[in-house]
């Protein structure tokens, strides 16, 4: 496969092909993303390290652990995870290895990783921890000492971990819908419930206790937290409610575009009668109508700071220093949240 290959695949010139694969600027960050999407589907190597001699390198292996409804075969294809991919896989360019991807059962991960690190060593491991325990957690990294655990984190457990601060987000989140003067305000859970998600209901409520503000329990929801659907439940304790709450905030934007949708259907205006919320800031989040508010993740950082932190405690001795890092969140504004009006 050429250069050109995937500019026409892609939909772009060649030159946009070469910007992106190189991380130069010139491109939209949307573009970026869908051409290392497609180079990654693809397989593509650049020529020019074909006709080279190269040093070879090592690999790190990224890791998932199947769960039902929430990492499954084609959790990839996911918003979140597509662009957390994308990123690192554009990240790996500046190191001196290469990304392999593994997806394993989260019940026999210790025996299929031990199979795949004999038939492909690699230098060191990024587990994503999104639906892991503890437990989990603790009995991979004592067997595999180089690795950073990715998406989650422990603070009793000595290892190394990348996560967002979705406490921090979540008390943004109610501070921005206090500020746009809302007070009466509902909460949409997700469902299975993870640790980010716990951690942002933490923050959201904290900040609403501040203002001595409650959530009474009809205007509590729940949704599947992988998916955009419509829940027939919601839908039908949505249309019972003599009064609405005049925001909602949901704990990721899967759950804020199907609120928006079954919303919209029920002839609920957004945001002139419910403004909405989400969390994440998934390409997905722009499409929809309107536009959705939400909570940040920088998706970039959170690779930067994982393959710096990998190739670190890899290069390092016996006695490197576990770090546990968080990476901050913020605000992006757009057109699905609007201040109350009485």
Do not use: W
Request: charged share 25%.
């Amino acid at each position: 496969m050429k250069l050109e290959d995937i500019a026409r695949l892609a939909n772009v010139s060649k030159s946009a092909v070469s910007l992106a694969l190189n991380g130069k600027a010139g491109v939209s960050e949307e573009t970026r993303l869908h051409i290392l999407q497609i180079v990654e589907e693809n397989n593509y190597v650049p020529l020019r390290n074909t006709n080279k001699k190269m040093k070879k390198k090592s690999t790190i292996r990224f890791i998932a652990c199947k769960s039902p409804n929430l990492i499954t075969e084609q959790y990839q294809n996911l918003p979140f995870f597509s662009e957390l991919l994308s990123y690192l896989s554009a990240e790996i360019a500046s190191y001196p290895y290469d990304l392999v991807i593994s997806t394993f059962d989260a019940t026999t991960i210790l025996e299929e990783l031990a199979e795949a690190e004999k038939e492909q060593p690699t230098a060191g491991l990024i587990l994503l921890g999104t639906n892991l325990n503890a437990e989990e957690i603790n009995r991979i990294q004592q067997e595999y000492s180089k690795i950073v655990v990715l998406d989650t984190h422990h603070p009793h457990i000595s290892s190394n971990f990348v996560s967002i601060n979705n406490f921090l987000g979540g008390y943004k989140a109610a501070d921005y819908l206090l500020q746009l003067a809302h007070t009466k305000i509902g909460y949409v859970m997700g469902v299975p419930r993870i640790k980010n998600f716990d951690e942002r209901k933490s923050g959201f409520f904290a900040r609403l206790e501040e203002a001595d503000i409650s959530v009474p329990e009809q205007h509590v929801f729940h949704l599947p937290a992988m998916q955009i659907q419509e829940e027939a439940s919601v839908k039908e304790a949505i249309a019972e409610l003599q009064d609405l709450p005049s925001a909602l905030f949901c704990e990721n934007d899967y759950m804020a575009i199907s609120m928006i949708k079954m919303l919209q259907s029920l002839s609920i205006k957004v945001p002139e009668q419910v403004s909405v919320l989400g969390f994440d800031n998934i390409n997905e989040s722009k499409v929809i109508t309107p536009e959705l508010t939400t909570v940040h993740v920088k998706k970039r950082d959170i690779a930067e700071q994982t393959l710096a932190l990998l190739s670190k405690q890899i290069k390092a001795d016996t006695n490197f220093e576990t770090r546990q890092i968080q990476v901050n969140t913020s605000l992006i504004e757009r057109t699905s949240c609007v201040p109350f009006k009485k």
